[in-house]
């Protein structure tokens, strides 16, 4: 909330199991107004993105929030999907319903600049997937940025990658769109594998959620239970049942930016081809160094970098949203 409304947000996704939890989330935290939903080819291709979101949008009971397909591949990479990772539907094949409805009449793009310029306060946009809507949006209408309060993108990595051993899948899948994203001159925080891996829900919630008779909370405990949070576990492991909340841990610091710890920092994406490509290469020396003496100091963007997050406050969070209760 800021003065006691509630925030408007657009979420750009890849819907991919974590970002079908984000969007249980935001539809249901009183914080948030979710005003659209885009969708970008990644965790599966975008029409099966696109049919996913509508599903999880109709089981969470907000059947009205407009969503747009975008765009079908990168700005210049070939489209890999994460389909090993979210199942052959990209949604855990749950089995889950078709969609009772189409996706709008426009393009992400379109949507996109439809409703943050019209929206009445500054919005927060949250991609959670490859950035490619985002960076055709900066580039085609750039008069948007003047109605952005700033984005939360979940992508990068301080530390260690997952795509590559340096490189984050979001940032990784089309790099140049996550630079363009980087100069888009608002404020932006990167929510970034260093937080996202931690925010973990334990196996006795998922599995009370699991039993949930309301289909919204149950889809979540049914999508937790496909994201094994500790992915060298073994059947028999105490942690074996806990889910991970993935992309849902973005919304969280949205609606609750206390429980993130963020540092701001220099931070550039790597487009050289070779084994350092689409890493997000983040500044944490104290001082310049000799690159900057030799060469002079090189402009980089700022960015908000999330190197730390209360994890049980954001589970808490979540859980009592998606299960609409106050929270413990
Ligand atoms: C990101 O990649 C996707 O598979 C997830 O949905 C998340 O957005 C994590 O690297
Ligand atoms: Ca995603």
Redesign the pocket.
Known sequence: MTNGLPVPVIVDC?T????ALALLFAVRHPGIDLRAVTCVA??TDVDGVVRNTLTVLEQAGAPDVPVARGAERPLIEAPRS?RH??GHDGMGDLGLPAPRRAPAGVDAVTLLRREILASPRPVTLVP??PLTNVALLLRTHPEVTRNIERIVF??GAAGAG??TPVA???VWHDPEAAAILLTAGVPVTMYG?DV?TRVVVPGAEVRRLRASAEPGTRLAGDLLAHRPAHPGSRPGDPAEDDGGL??AGALCAVADPEGLTTHRLPVEVSLAPGPARGQTVVDRRPRAGESELHEGVREQSLVDVALDVDVARYVSLYLATVERRPPA
Request: no cysteine.
């Open positions: 890849d991919g199991v974590d970002d990644g965790n994460a990772v979210h959670t997937a979940m992508g997952n795509a984050e899948f979001n594998l996202f993935g992309d």
